[in-house]
């Protein structure tokens, strides 16, 4: 063994971060590389004459095609696990999934920005570099595996979005939803940090996986039945609250949502469509890795391929770990396990906390959500809360997946699955929805639903397409959003216990609940008649190709779900493990 | 890939709608009459390919007295959720799937008078036709659930755009009591799937599942032994599954196929296990699934949403309300509910039976109290499909009767032609309503009168379809009030009584309405100017279906060779399950069967 010297140390840190990290983190570093170049190139004689758009969208289908995996889709099938930089960022099939799904939204993205002309030639330089720097926040804050580089990757994502809200200059409702979002973000991200300090002071570490298994050695039931110990366990739950509050601040969860129909309200619909798919893209699998960074440890999962059933395990854990002098105490916490399912092990607390916790938050958020959407009359609000409601659904399958995941794998990775297919046909549905709202505006200067009345008289694809998408949005099959909506249903099932039964019916019930005001919207465009002063509304060529190609999946996946899950499955299939 | 494979000939025959719809999307802009034209010339089609099954003998056809499914094919459609595009038809369905296909062509024929924005209406026509059909020929649950969710839009634009004074409110009431009803229905359907076990049944149910195919006069083991060596997805599932040999290790192999979670609720106990309250999992099932139902049919007391929608909606889109929309609820019940969660069926007997006795009654006493013509039918209807209810739920084949499943079946097979007779009738029905009120424009009960010096033929043939909604012998709704009253004297005095006594009420508004549209001096309401005899156009639509009603009516046998082999056989597995059951509960328990005596009190 080498003697443990300055110089070994940095060798090896140079050999991992070079040989290692560095050929995993490539479309991020693209994205990095078109960043500079965005900002410098008209430092440069001749450089104005480049336009920005092409930089962007050359600098972000680069990072897209690096992030395509070398060997095909198939080799995620049997891609380890691996942590980068000596352990902030986490390497796996999740990573990449979410990696591609980012990149390619934001290429959609920049051509949809191009073609509502809110990158003009003269800003559009800033408006793209604060774009890709948001997306390289969001892929840092979907692979993080260190405290640290959740805070940075969070922080990352907001700030530009902070600037993106308010990128329509000398408009007032813009600039107050900027203000607003900054206000708000900072708040929260300052209340998320203390949280993390608080988390990362008891535990020791701010690597997620050694925060685990601090927590299992901490044994928690054992630590309730002192007075010293619960006090522990306080400063615990309080920092795991606090960090739920930058994290529901991310998702728009309720309470923390209140940004959320303001901002949509005053920025542009473009930048609405950026902060619903993307943003709580990534804030769902942040909230996954946190759930099953802190929920889960290598040692406690149940093997999949075992031949001795996941539950003996379990229960065998439990009966090791569990104190004997505790018996009421251990009969308490075993019952509570059967309440909600979270299956054995040390860790089965902070699972159940965490489980409990979001839940309740998504029950809340889907229903609050649906139900604040129905009074609105201008159309980005109401997508706003369609978002909020939305994420609150997603949210549910995150909670599944950590409540399964304790118990058996394989039905956990389902319920991720569920979850990246949620994520995926979400954003083909809301980003033609908000792509058909900024077309319109540049049309008739107007977002509010009335306005929209008659639509199908004048523009006919315009009209068939939101309301296959709005539909779409209810969840109503043969449309897409059908599909993950009844596999998250799926996966509550699968969690089981009172808890998961009673958030499978708010969640289908709220399936009706939103009926109401999506199909307001169609109705006022399909059935309303058309008011006498508006002229013909016609989108153009490009701008409707752009809505056909975006929603035209909304029809086909609903069709064949098949290709896309079959996908998402291969994204998961090594998760947990 | 020829005409005579069931996959090609019914994918056609569901799918050629929609195509069309596609088509005319896309075509470029004609004249208003033409996509008319078009329309009916595909529900035209259609329906000549449902008479295509009549022709015994030929490479695809649907042969009489036979029980069993026909035209059977099954092809995975998304494996990795394991769904199935899944299709068969048996006596139950095939009797709808040509009464819808027969019933669009007369609804889209009598659309002529619509002239606000013909594509669209056509469009979303032929949708609803592809909705309706799929509905009665899937047999995948997931397929089902698809189709029953394909009508709604559609629907909805119809009443919305095309409809009355009121059409929104109606539309969105519509759409919102069917989605609730359709994700209570989800739920049941995730409660079954994930309760479900392939692995449990044997060789010959699985057959009968339509999962191992086997040849006419095979051995359903030999079959089953070369299904498990095929490389199909699915057996190669069950063989991976069947590996473990021990049996509480071993995975379950989940399924939508509806045959199969038949098979599994009258054969094994996968479903009796307690899924919350102390009540079983198929307790849970049948209640989600039998509320999703009887709002379809609708039943009182959920029955508020179809009033309005009839009402508002223009006359076709009446007609296809009453005639097949409504007849999805019973379909449900009589194919899903009670085969594949028996026991709950058994449990809440009296309580199906009561829920249709009191539609019965307060559609009658409603109906008698309108004042607007059409909502006098529409409430009708509500009462005409108690006797549905009331007929499938005569749970008769009890330890009383020594589990004679004879009056039982008379109830189901009552049931089953009661929708169809009020598919014709209520259709018809709508249609006068539509005849006149396209030329007074009002449909006021108190200024009609006087129709028959007007316009006799059609006031003669209104007569006779209203007569035939009536039940008067000779004519279909006779069969079907009859069997269904007949059937509940076994099962309970007092409903049979009560049922019987609506045929009064019936006669009552009918013979009222009658006398106050058609008979009486003169005509002295608004636009009397306006009555003219009835067109050709009207009488192609009227006239078919009056002389339906009449066939139907003299000679039910046409219909029950089709329909009664395959009710019957239903009727005599439930039976002989009831038996079973009661006996099971009587070994474990020596005092007696705690179900039976549930069931025994509630019938006292």
Same mark, same amino acid.
């Given at each position: ?75 995620? !099938? ?127 570490? =701010? ?19 002192? !007075? ?93 770990? &569990? ?60 997508? &706003? ?52 709202? &900024? ?40 449309? =897409? ?30 399936? !009706? ?65 | ?43 035209? @089609? ?34 990795? @959720? ?58 995948? @649950? ?17 009443? $919305? ?48 599942? $339509? ?113 097949? *929309? ?18 709950? %069926? ?98 006021? *009960?108190?200024?009609?009168? $006087? ?22 012998? $000779? ?32 006669? %009552? ?49 046409? *219909? ?45």
């Amino acid at each position: 063994m080498q003697p443990v010297t300055l110089q070994n140390v940095v060798d090896s840190l140079v050999d991992n971060t070079l040989d290692m990290s560095l050929p995993f983190f490539r479309p991020e570093l693209a994205l990095c590389a078109t960043i500079v170049i965005l900002l410098f190139v008209r430092i440069f004689k001749g450089g104005e004459y480049i336009p920005s758009f092409f930089i962007a969208i050359l600098g972000s289908i680069t990072a897209l095609i690096l992030a395509f995996p070398a060997e095909g889709f198939e080799s995620w !099938a049997t891609m380890p696990r691996q942590e980068l930089f000596t352990g902030m960022l986490v390497y796996d099939t999740l990573t990449a999934f979410i990696r591609i799904f980012l990149l390619s939204f934001v290429v959609l993205f920049i051509i949809l920005s191009r073609l509502t002309g809110i990158a003009d030639a003269k800003d559009g330089q800033d408006y793209y570099a604060l774009v890709l720097g948001a997306t390289l926040g969001m892929c840092i804050m979907s692979s993080a595996n260190h405290m640290m580089m959740l805070f940075m990757g969070v922080e990352m994502a907001s700030v530009p979005s902070y600037v993106l809200a308010g990128i329509v200059k000398g408009r007032q409702r813009s600039s107050e939803a900027a203000l607003k979002y900054v206000i708000y973000g900072a708040g929260t991200a300052g209340v998320m940090l203390y949280g993390i300090s608080l988390l990362t002071g008891v535990l020791g570490s =701010a690597h997620l996986p050694t925060m685990a298994a601090s927590l299992a050695d901490l044994d928690i039931p054992n630590l309730l039945t002192t !007075a010293e110990g619960r006090l522990t366990v306080m400063v615990l739950v309080l920092g795991g609250l606090m960090l739920g509050v930058g994290l529901a601040f991310k998702l728009s969860a309720v309470p923390f949502h209140f940004w959320c129909p303001d901002v949509f309200e005053g920025a542009s619909a473009e930048v609405d469509a950026f902060l619903s798919v993307a943003s709580k893209a990534a804030a769902l699998v942040l909230l996954l890795r946190v759930g099953a960074g802190l929920g889960l440890t290598t040692a406690e999962l149940p093997v999949a391929d075992s031949a001795d059933p996941p539950r003996v395990i379990a229960v065998a854990a439990n009966e090791t770990t &569990a104190p004997t002098q505790n018996a009421v105490l251990v009969k308490q916490v075993a019952d509570s396990q059967d309440a909600t399912h979270v299956g054995g092990g040390p860790l089965s607390p902070v699972r159940r906390f965490f489980v409990i916790l979001v839940s309740l938050i998504a029950i809340v958020s889907c229903t609050f959500g649906n139900l604040a959407a129905y009074g609105q009359t201008n159309i980005k609000r109401m997508l &706003a809360y369609s978002t909020i409601a939305h994420a609150g659904f997603m949210m549910m399958a995150v909670a599944a997946a950590i409540a399964l995941a304790g118990r058996d794998v394989v039905d956990a990775r389902t319920a991720v699955s569920a979850l990246l297919l949620y994520i995926t046909l979400y954003l083909f549905m809301n980003l033609s929805a908000f792509a058909i709202v &900024a077309f319109l505006r540049n049309e008739m200067h107007s977002e509010d639903i009335a306005d929209y009345a008659g639509l199908i008289r004048t523009s006919p694809l315009t009209a068939v397409m939101m309301t296959a998408v709005l539909v779409s949005l209810i969840g109503l099959p043969p449309l =897409a959003g059908f599909w993950p909506k009844l596999r998250v249903l799926q996966a509550l099932y699968m969690a089981g216990g009172p808890l998961m039964t009673f958030v499978l019916v708010a969640a289908a019930l709220n399936t !009706a609940i939103a009926l109401v005001y999506y199909l307001r919207v169609a109705k006022t465009m399909c059935i309303d008649p058309e008011p006498d002063t508006r002229g013909a509304v016609s989108l153009g060529f490009l701008p409707a190709a752009f809505v056909f190609v975006v929603s035209v999946p909304v029809l086909i996946f609903g069709i064949l779900p098949g290709p896309l899950a079959n996908w998402t499955d291969l994204a998961v299939s090594q998760l947990f493990s | 890939m020829t005409l005579s494979d069931p996959k090609v000939y019914l994918s056609l025959l569901v799918f050629l709608p929609a195509v069309a719809a596609l088509v005319l999307a896309v075509l470029p802009r004609l004249a208003d009459e033409s996509y008319k034209l078009i329309s009916l010339a595909v529900t035209i @089609f259609v329906f000549i390919l449902t008479l295509g099954f009549f022709r015994s003998g030929a490479p695809i056809d649907f042969e009489a007295g036979v029980a069993e499914m026909q035209n059977l094919f099954n092809v995975d459609w998304i494996p990795s @959720f394991g769904i199935q595009y899944f299709m068969a038809m048996d006596g139950i369905s095939f009797p709808l799937v040509v009464l819808t296909a027969f019933l669009s062509v007369l609804a889209m024929g009598a659309s002529w008078p619509i002239t606000k924005h013909v594509k669209g209406y056509c469009i979303l026509f032929l949708l609803l036709e592809t909705g309706m059909l799929g509905v009665f020929m899937a047999l995948d @649950f997931f397929l089902f659930y698809v189709f029953w969710e394909v009508m709604l839009l559609p629907m909805y634009f119809l009443i $919305g755009v095309w409809g009355g004074p009121r059409r929104e409110y109606a539309a969105i009431k519509f759409f919102l009591y069917t989605l609730v009803g359709s994700v209570l229905m989800l739920i049941a359907i995730l409660m079954l799937y994930f309760n479900s076990d392939l692995t449990r049944l044997d060789a010959q149910q699985l057959a009968d599942a $339509g999962i191992v195919s086997v040849e006419k006069g095979g051995d359903a083991a030999q079959s089953f032994e070369k299904w498990k060596e095929s490389d199909l997805p699915l057996a190669q599932r069950y063989a991976e599954i069947t590996k473990e040999a021990d049996l509480t290790q071993r995975k379950q192999l989940h399924t939508f196929n509806i045959l199969a979670l038949q098979q599994m609720g009258q054969h094994t106990d996968l479903f009796d296990g307690e899924a919350l309250w102390g009540k079983s999992t198929q307790w849970w099932a049948f209640l989600l699934l039998f509320i999703g139902f009887v709002i379809k049919v609708p039943s009182v007391p959920l029955h508020t949403w179809l009033p309005d929608a009839h009402v508002e909606a223009p006359t076709p889109i009446s007609m296809i309300l009453a005639g097949i *929309l409504l007849k999805m609820g019973g379909y449900g019940l009589i194919r899903i509910c009670y085969p594949i969660c028996p026991n709950a %069926g058994y449990q809440m007997a009296y309580f199906v039976c009561f829920v249709g006795v009191l539609s019965m009654v307060y559609g009658a006493f409603a109906a008698l109290a309108q004042k607007d013509f059409k909502r006098m039918v529409a409430y009708s209807s509500v009462s005409h499909m108690g006797y549905v209810v009331l007929g499938l739920g005569v749970w008769s084949a009890v330890a009383d009767t020594g589990y004679n499943p004879d009056y039982w079946k008379m109830g189901a097979n009552g049931a089953m032609f009661q929708m169809i007779a009020h598919g014709i009738s209520s259709a018809g029905m709508f249609f006068m309503v539509g005849v006149i009120y396209d030329r007074v424009h009002h449909r006021d *009960l108190d200024k009609f009168g $006087g129709l028959f010096a007007k316009m006799p033929l059609y006031s003669g043939l209104a007569v006779g379809i209203f007569f035939a909604g009536l039940g008067l012998p $000779g004519l279909c709704g006779f069969i079907g009030e009859v069997f269904v009253v007949l059937s509940v004297w076994k099962y309970s005095y007092a409903l049979a009584i009560i049922s019987a006594a609506v045929v009064i009420l019936t006669a %009552g508004y009918i013979l009222w309405a009658i006398q106050r549209v058609y008979l009486g001096a003169e005509y002295k309401g608004p636009h009397g100017e306006a009555i003219t005899p009835i067109t050709m156009r009207e009488l192609s639509i009227a006239v078919p279906l009056l002389v339906l009603a009449i066939v139907f009516g003299v000679y039910p046998t046409a *219909l029950l060779n089709y329909m009664q082999p395959s009710v019957d056989m239903q009727i005599d597995r439930l039976a002989v399950w009831t038996e079973e059951h009661d006996n099971r509960a009587t070994a474990s328990n020596p005092l007696g069967s705690q179900d039976g005596q549930v069931a025994d009190a509630w019938q006292r």
